[in-house]
């Protein structure tokens, strides 16, 4: 999958702990039909055995298959080998995202996490497509999230690299903060619970991509 950076303008990420009373694949089958344009999934603190993992992943990496949307796993790169991914995220304190390229190969999407100018200087040095900044807001969606940094950290990051690189803003992202986001300089927002905790998960993500369509830089 060739990447560019309006891939990155409604990036959802969900894992079966983000979906405790629906089923995980109709809420990514209704946020396609909302308009996103990327998906993770992201199985974190599930209660999922890595079997059942790679069963649940399939299912949903058929399904982004069918719309034509990249397909990335969160922080395991062979389970991302095991699906056929499009690619990986991998946060500072996951596998080594140099070696994490050197596994997906060059053709593949390799996204990393970063909080500051430093980080995303290393990440591009060591073969990042893009970057995840963030906490942009408060999220309950990460137990172990950070402070929130806000986006002007993101904006401080857009200011400092030296050439255009593409960058989406995550953390606690809903329809009414997101322009926040993209007038911080990000290419697009990433979202868990505003879609996944939505009555209509379909009616959010077109409410989302309203709030980052209408702020085109
Ligand atoms: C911790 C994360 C930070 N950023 C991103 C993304 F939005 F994809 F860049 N995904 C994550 N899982
Ligand atoms: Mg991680």
């Known amino acids: ?32 039909a909302g308009g996103i344009t990327m998906f993770q999934f992201r ?17 949903l990496r058929e399904i982004c298959r069918q719309h034509n949307i990249p397909f990335i ?20 304190e996951d596998l080594p995202a140099r070696e994490v390229r050197r596994l997906i190969g060059p053709d593949k999407i390799l996204g990393v996490s970063a909080e500051n100018i ?13 970057i995840g900044v963030g906490p942009m807001f408060l999220t309950s969606s ?21 050439e255009p690189f593409p960058i989406v803003g995550i953390g606690g992202i809903t329809a009414s903060n997101a322009h926040k986001v993209m007038a911080a300089g990000a290419d ?11 009555e209509d998960p379909k009616r959010a993500a077109e409410a989302l991509a309203q709030a980052v369509g209408s702020t085109k830089m």
């Open 142 to 162: 990460k137990s172990d999230a950070r402070f929130p940094i806000y986006p002007e950290a993101l904006q401080a990051i857009r200011e400092q690299l030296e």
């Open 118 to 130: 430093a980080e995303a200087r290393q990440a591009i040095e060591n073969g990042a497509d893009y």
């Open 73 to 92: 796993v969160n922080d395991r790169a062979d389970l991302a080998l095991i699906l056929d991914a499009d690619g990986v995220h991998v946060g500072q």
């Open 188 to 198: 697009g927002v990433a979202v868990i619970s505003a879609i996944t905790k939505a």
């Open 43 to 59: 199985e974190k603190n599930s209660d999922l055995t890595l079997s059942e993992t790679v069963a649940l992943g399939r299912h």
């Open 1 to 32: 999958m060739a990447f560019t950076s309006s891939h990155l303008r409604l990036y959802f990420i969900m894992g079966s702990q983000d979906c405790p009373d629906q089923d995980p694949i109709d809420v990514l089958e209704q946020a396609i």
